[in-house]
């Protein structure tokens, strides 16, 4: 059924109201953001969110933004600290084009009115993991995302060529003759509807709740990304998931994500016993790239037989801690955490999606009409592993070369035509949804996470394929239905893809392959459905 179900959701073209824009941009974080602003300079835009608009993985990003501007740093050296951490297989034009254009978005954010923080009347720029250079910049301390959604967002909604359509769910990508033309949704208040577009940018992030523990909000369900794959995008390097080494571990909170730049500032990661234990595992010790450091994480707590280990901050200034990091210090504080006194419980948990739709440097897929940035798209800058704070500098960067060309290439003509979906339900089977989607995480975790070997990633391939065998012989009318659906198709993809990868590199890391093969495997890992055949290959960097 992942390779037959072209669309998962009942309409006809007669029975659906139709609306028309020059450009569609599905996705509210930074990058759809950026991209909607861009191509409405030349546009009409429409900007779809499927719930309010600030609800982004964007909004909740703790660390900053990198940018090489402060002395000594180079854009040499970004460039350089970020092939290094992409183990092999980054695309290092995107690369360099990325950090060359650093400076001038960023000073864009600045220009409309982003603060960012301040030491004796300068920019104050931060160290994290894997980076040589101070070049990292934050706003309130650990509220970066924040303000970069608020001033984005305002933006957005004085623009007079985009309207925002918040609370609708992009079900599925339009595709007429192998070229996208926009998409069906669900509006929490119309129903459904046919969103024709000339262009569509897909900016939907990633997909972070197809695990059990992950730092993502509710909305990180890789729709995006099950959408490109069913209309017959190519998407690349699955295998590849970040997972974050710090995330709040007590009973009863989410997984808040414990920022990068608490361990750039001198936070040290002990165990129950205290022990500092991270100078055993790399010479970095705690700032190590992200990969390695929730790996000896993982190997530490099989080693201690115990749930988490800690991040101590005891030993900062008293008071520094909460002024640097006011809402981490508060997040703690709500589960009776004084961090002046008490370690933070961490664990890794799923954080960032490197790998996505396969896109070049303005955003191009495969499949005509629709571009990918952001979190959903595999430019190739992050290779194997991703950077810290290279990510929203990502989106800025493409999200805006993304709007420009998607505009400039939307005379293309654009006329309703008829089109329908009849997917028929066989199944009438009852579902527990949420039984089975609490089921699908924790498989994923087990099977797919940090540590991964053939038989586990075998084990959950067939899972997803006998879950699939009823999941999708059905035909859901909400979107916990299609969010389910989506979830289990990208459980399928990451496996398969984790599967095909016979070595372990960056994030992807198998114990039954533990080392790189260089000979073979400095390659990108795809796949494609087409109305003929679904295909998983290689092919070179």
Request: charged residues 20%; glycine residues 8%; contains cysteine.
């Amino acid at each position: 059924m992942f390779d037959t179900r072209r669309y998962l959701t009942l309409f006809h073209y007669a029975r659906t109201p139709h609306i028309l824009t020059d450009v569609l941009v599905i996705g509210g974080g930074i990058a759809g953001l950026r991209a909607a602003l861009a191509a409405a300079e030349q546009a009409s835009v429409i900007l779809l969110h499927k719930e309010e608009i600030l609800e982004s993985n964007t909004r909740y990003a703790q660390g900053g933004i990198a940018v090489p501007t402060s002395d000594p740093d180079s854009v040499a050296s970004h460039i350089q600290d970020t092939l290094t951490v992409a183990c092999g297989i980054a695309h290092e034009p995107a690369v360099r084009f990325m950090v060359e254009q650093a400076a001038s978005r960023v000073q864009e954010l600045v220009d409309w009115g982003v603060v960012f923080d301040q030491k004796n009347g300068r920019l104050a720029y931060a160290t994290e993991g894997a980076h040589s250079q101070p070049r990292v910049l934050h706003s309130q301390g650990d509220a970066t995302g924040q303000e970069l959604a608020r001033v984005l967002v305002e933006r957005v909604r004085s623009h007079p060529h985009i309207r925002i359509f918040d609370h609708c769910f992009a079900i599925d990508l339009l595709t007429i003759e192998g070229r996208c033309v926009g998409a069906v949704t669900f509006h929490r208040r119309y129903g459904h509807q046919l969103l024709w577009s000339r262009q569509t940018i897909l900016a939907s992030g990633g997909c972070g709740r197809v695990y059990r523990e992950t730092t993502n909000p509710a909305v990180a369900t890789g729709d995006g990304l099950a959408m490109a794959f069913r209309a017959g995008a190519q998407l690349q390097d699955m295998e590849m998931v970040q997972f974050h080494p710090t995330a709040l571990y007590v009973a009863g909170a989410s997984r808040a994500l414990i920022s990068e730049a608490v361990r750039g500032e001198g936070g040290l990661l002990v165990d129950q016993a205290g022990h500092r234990f991270m100078p055993e595992y790399h010479p970095a010790a705690e700032l190590a790239p992200r990969d390695v450091v929730s790996r000896a994480i993982r190997q530490h707590l099989a080693k201690t037989r115990t749930n988490s280990v800690y991040l101590d901050v005891r030993h900062f200034p008293r008071g520094e801690f909460r002024q640097r990091f006011p809402t981490i210090a508060q997040m703690c504080s709500d589960f009776d955490l004084d961090v002046e006194r008490d370690p933070i419980p961490v664990r890794p948990a799923a954080h960032y999606m490197i790998g996505g739709v396969s896109s070049d440097m303005q955003g191009r897929t495969t499949l005509p009409g629709l571009w990918a940035v952001g979190e959903v798209a595999a430019t190739g800058v992050h290779g194997a592993n991703r950077l810290a704070s290279n990510s929203l500098l990502e989106g800025l960067v493409f999200g805006a070369e993304a709007g420009v060309a998607a505009a400039a290439d939307s005379a293309v003509a654009i006329r309703p035509v008829a089109i329908e979906s009849t997917a028929t339900q066989i199944s009438q089977a009852r579902l527990d949804l949420p039984d089975l989607q609490n089921s699908l995480r924790s498989v994923m975790w087990r099977n797919v996470g940090v540590m991964r070997d053939s038989d586990r990633l075998s084990e959950m391939i067939g899972l997803a394929r006998g879950w699939g065998s009823y999941l999708f012989n059905k035909v859901f009318d909400s979107p916990d239905g299609w969010e389910t659906q989506n979830l289990l198709t990208l459980s399928f993809l990451i496996a398969l893809s984790a599967r095909q990868r016979c070595e372990s590199r960056g994030v992807h890391f198998r114990s039954d392959m533990p080392e790189p093969n260089e000979a073979q495997w400095r390659i990108h890992v795809a796949l494609q459905r087409t109305a003929e055949q679904f295909q998983i290959f290689n092919f070179p960097v």
